[in-house]
């Protein structure tokens, strides 16, 4: 399993950020899965280099630098460490992130050797079942940018918006999740030809906790999670982590 920890702009203390990155380094030293932490910019250059402790990003620039104030440029993060990159999440969608852009964005990141966490998801379900085409979009239109061997290589995050802070009734299902794994397949099937379309990884994003990361995770077809707030607390995310061992 690949579990990223994002820890958005919830940590505002060296000291914090540092006792989260020992705990997903500790529980990395096990083995059992893959655990990438992706602080805010300023955290990132604190981690660089530390050996046994994965680093992501929770966004990058669609240029490539240069008199762009305020933007962190693909090469900037490939230069200190950074092994994965989230791209498309539905909070920088809900800011006003185009398909197109987020399409940019994926190809720095493969352009400088890291691997894109592309995030998908609807808004909202409707009874026409409308929101399948929101989620195609947005994968197709990646995909159709990317080569052949780049295809293989994305990290696809289902983060239906709807079901985030969710919990009980209100939450998705196993059920639903793994008919939307499949549904991702099946776009996945237009760009990858045969079984090969099995290489890229579909992680889930939506109120993950202990009481239903295994059940989220058994028969579902999920290969890990993007884990938000959760991430940012050392006994909630070990819990996480824990509970699918």
């Not at 639903?176 to 890229?200: S, T």
Request: charged residues 20%.
């Amino acid at each position: 399993m690949l579990l990223i920890g994002n820890w958005k702009a919830y940590i505002e203390s060296t000291a914090k950020a540092k006792a989260l990155a020992a705990s997903a380094k500790r529980l990395s030293a096990k083995g059992t899965h893959e655990i990438v932490i992706a602080p805010a910019y300023p955290y990132i250059g604190m981690f660089a280099g530390t050996k046994g402790l994965v680093l992501g990003a929770q966004d990058v620039s669609h240029t490539t630098g240069g008199a762009q104030t305020g933007e962190v440029a693909a090469g900037q993060l490939a230069d200190l460490g950074v092994s994965y990159v989230i791209a498309g999440h539905s909070e920088r969608r809900a800011q006003g992130e185009t398909n197109a852009l987020v399409t940019e964005k994926v190809r720095h990141i493969f352009a400088h050797g890291m691997i894109p966490v592309l995030c998908v998801g609807e808004k909202v379900r409707d009874q026409d079942a409308q929101y399948l085409k929101e989620v195609r979009e947005q994968i197709s239109v990646v995909m159709q940018a990317l080569s052949p061997k780049e295809r293989l290589q994305v990290v696809i995050a289902y983060e239906p918006v709807w079901a985030i802070g969710k919990t009980g009734a209100d939450a998705i299902t196993a059920g639903d999740l793994a008919e939307m794994v499949l549904y991702i397949r099946k776009i996945l099937a237009d760009y990858i030809p045969g079984r090969a379309n099995a290489k890229v990884r579909i992680l889930y994003g939506g109120s993950v906790d202990a009481g239903n990361i295994r059940s989220l995770a058994s028969g579902t077809g999920v290969e890990g999670f993007l884990v938000g707030r959760a991430s940012t607390d050392v006994t909630t995310f070990s819990g996480l982590v824990k509970a699918l061992t």
